[in-house]
């Protein structure tokens, strides 16, 4: 039987990418799993719009501190299993089975897939590790099977805060997440946690969910900073937790310094000015100063608390079917695509043009999946730039990408 699973997202100030979000997660082909949104009060009000909207969690909260947040969710989690996904994100149908897998081994305590980028088809993160300054490395894994990798003592595997999961007892043990990381840096303070305790972490390359970067209050869509105080704070309180104490400011320069090169490569496409620059580096060093005066907390392990479960139907083993037609086939295409995602299917809709457009994939607000792209065009990037292909053979070609993932 499938391990029962809390699925925990954190909204706020972004009630649309909500939405959607919300949408992906009820086409989740799993039993049984429940889910838990702690939200604003603009996200409250999306969910209680649903008709499904008994059988979520819902909790309310309106604080700029994604830790707390998560805390209150991991409080309301039933599951032997707590899973953790952005609101700007969606997941794969099989998403929460190939996340949970690894957990059928008994000393595997965490678990994180692959994000995918806004095109749909690249990979955003894969597999990485953290050091003790809070710098990713990518990990290469062999194939796409879950692996439980051993990593080097003062390093941690890391898990993507957008795609993760942990069994509820030893993050109950361990205190959840730290309030001190108001978002950044977050689950990499918790994945050094686990490394320090013992714990093992796996990673899930076909646990894969699909990640927006809609715009907040930190950031603009184009993924432009719009302010890095927080990140500077929460670096800081990272250096001081875990970098030996002579090679923080060291570390602390050079993370000053790579926060200075992206910004210049904005400043390079236009997308920032000479004055937006140095006010979001002031934030930066503002942050940094107000870091150093955090105080370093051992967090306590959560009250016992055993809250109901609440299955959310999801749909497992629901039919999937396929759609492809060609770009002027395109309108009655979607059309047709929304009214079987309505009826309880899972769909794939492949519209093709006569060109070698690259293609994009994207979980579309009628509920169902469309890939747009040129018939002789790239989907992975690493292909080759044109190919022909029939029209036929190309359709079962992206089938045949996606169904791991899809089903």
């Known amino acids: 039987m499938a391990l029962p699973v809390s699925v925990v997202v954190v909204s706020r100030g972004r009630p649309q990418a909500l939405a959607r979000c919300l949408m992906g997660l009820a086409q989740l082909d799993y039993a049984p799993f429940e889910v838990i949104v702690v939200t604003c009060p603009d996200g409250e009000a999306i969910v209680s719009a649903r008709p499904d909207a008994s059988f979520f969690k819902l909790v309310g909260f309106d604080e700029p501190n994604i830790s707390a947040a998560r805390n209150l969710g ?138 927006g970067f809609a715009e907040s209050e930190r950031r ?64 930066l060093q503002d942050g940094g100063a107000e870091g150093l005066t955090r105080p370093i907390k051992t967090l306590s392990p959560f009250v016992a608390v055993s809250p109901a479960f609440q299955a959310f139907p999801g749909r497992p083993n629901a039919p999937r079917v396929v759609l492809a037609g060609r770009i002027w086939q395109a309108r009655r295409l979607r059309r047709d695509a929304a009214k079987l995602a309505q009826s309880g299917s899972i769909v794939s809709l492949f519209i093709l043009l006569p060109s070698p457009r690259f293609h994009t994939v994207s979980f579309e607000n009628g509920g169902y999946w469309e890939q747009f792209g040129g018939r002789f065009g790239r989907s992975e990037r690493g292909q080759r730039f044109s190919r022909y292909w029939r029209f036929s053979t190309r359709v079962k070609e992206e089938i045949a990408r996606v169904t791991a993932v899809r089903g």
């Open 74 to 211: 991991i409080e309301q989690a039933a599951g032997d299993i707590v899973a953790f996904i952005d609101d700007d994100a969606v997941p794969e149908p099989l998403w929460l089975t190939h996340l949970t897998g690894p957990f059928e081994q008994p000393d595997v305590s965490a678990a994180g897939g692959y994000v995918i980028g806004r095109n749909g088809i690249s990979f955003q993160w894969q597999a990485r590790t953290i050091d003790c300054t809070g710098t990713p490395s990518p990990y290469p894994l062999p194939d796409t099977k879950p692996a439980v990798p051993s990593i080097p003592n003062g390093h941690a595997l890391k898990t993507e805060g957008t795609n993760m999961a942990f069994r509820r007892s030893i993050l109950r043990e361990l205190g959840g997440f730290d309030p001190q990381f108001r978002f950044y840096l977050d689950e990499t303070d918790l994945n050094m946690r686990l490394a320090q305790s013992g714990q093992k972490t796996a990673i899930a390359p076909m646990a894969q969910v699909h990640h």
């Open 220 to 283: 603009d869509a184009s993924r432009v900073p719009k302010d890095l105080t927080q990140i500077g704070a929460s670096q800081r309180v990272f250096l001081k937790k875990y970098c030996p104490e002579p090679d923080q400011d060291r570390a602390w320069m050079a993370f000053c310094e790579e926060q200075r090169l992206r910004l210049f490569r904005f400043a390079k496409k236009r997308q920032l000015n000479a004055t937006q620059m140095a006010q979001l580096l002031r934030g």
